[in-house]
């Protein structure tokens, strides 16, 4: 039966910049730091997704029509064209 480690905020912060900062690899990280591999790779999976820049929500979304078609092939978002990538 294992038990659960309590970490520091100062531990898990040192233990994420040798991956992000470093270079090194979560896998030589954790073992390096005698801590589980899965501990650490969710540590850094957030890191990276709370340094990732959010993606902004159109309010004002609106659809140009070319004419003579149906389908829509870009949208404005803040007068802003974004090309449709589907059909």
Known sequence: MSTMRAYTREFRESAVGLVLSEGLSI?????DLGMPYHTL???VR??????RK??????????????????RTSETCHG????????
Do not use: F, Q
């Open 27 to 31: 896998r030589k990280a954790a073992d």
């Open 41 to 43: 790779h969710g540590w």
């Open 46 to 51: 957030a890191a990276r997704r709370s340094r």
């Open 54 to 71: 959010p993606v902004p929500r159109c309010s004002t979304m609106t659809s140009t029509l070319p004419a003579g078609t149906s389908s």
């Open 80 to 87: 802003e064209v974004i090309p449709r990538i589907w059909a």
